[in-house]
């Protein structure tokens, strides 16, 4: 009976076996992740002519709902004139930075952001410097040269705008050039899928 219990017990001592799960090599881990990589680019964006006409849209819609909302000839004239400029500031900050980025150019709605967005800064403080200028007699060339730099603010935030609505078109379809990238299909395979 001892010989029994000396020779079930290393049995019941040992550890189960456990075969060992081979783990994908580097090159199959690669070719996932590019597989993920071709699906996350298969997103939908918009064609170059809506996303051209969303921009057009996103530009020139708040302007139009600031004069819908307040027209000229009301009774409070700086209400109008004050909801327009903010109308046509929304709409020319943000309208064309709408169209690039519902076409899948996201680098360039980023850019131009950026651009207009420097714009407006110099802007307003150029209204400051006018706005400073009316209450103090005494300002001095500074005013001029701040209230210069908010004009030219003003200008380039203007000039960023058109340019971004004038290359939605192509810089769209451009970018919704040819694609190949290798994919590993769902029976393990490798193969190249081809993104227009």
Do not use: K
């Not at 809506?50 to 302007?63: E, K, M, W, Y």
């Not at 709409?91 to 967005?117: C, M, N, Q, Y």
């Not at 714009?119 to 300002?139: C, H, I, P, W």
């Not at 005013?143 to 078109?169: K, R």
Request: no cysteine.
């Amino acid at each position: 009976m001892i010989a029994v219990f000396a020779w079930a017990a290393p049995a019941l001592a040992s550890p189960p076996l456990v075969a060992p799960r081979p783990t994908p090599p580097d090159s199959v881990r690669a070719l996932e992740r590019a597989r993920e990589d071709s699906l996350s680019a298969l997103e939908p964006h918009l064609s170059g002519g809506v996303s051209l006409a969303v921009g057009l849209a996103t530009t020139l819609g708040p302007p139009a709902i600031a004069l819908l909302a307040n027209p000229p000839g009301s009774d409070n004239e700086w209400a109008w004139e004050g909801t327009l400029t903010a109308g046509i500031a929304l709409g020319v900050l943000v309208g064309p930075a709408i169209g690039l980025a519902g076409g899948g150019r996201e680098d360039l709605a980023r850019r131009g952001l950026l651009i207009r967005g420097l714009g407006y800064g110099a802007t307003l403080l150029g209204l400051f410097a006018v706005a400073s200028s009316f209450e103090n007699s005494d300002a001095g060339g500074g005013t001029t040269v701040v209230a210069l730099a908010g004009f030219v603010g003003a200008a380039v935030s203007v000039v960023s705008a058109a340019h971004d609505l004038a290359i939605t078109l192509s810089a769209v379809d451009r970018g919704r050039g040819v694609s190949v990238r290798p994919v590993v299909d769902e029976h393990g395979r490798l193969a190249l899928r081809v993104v227009f």
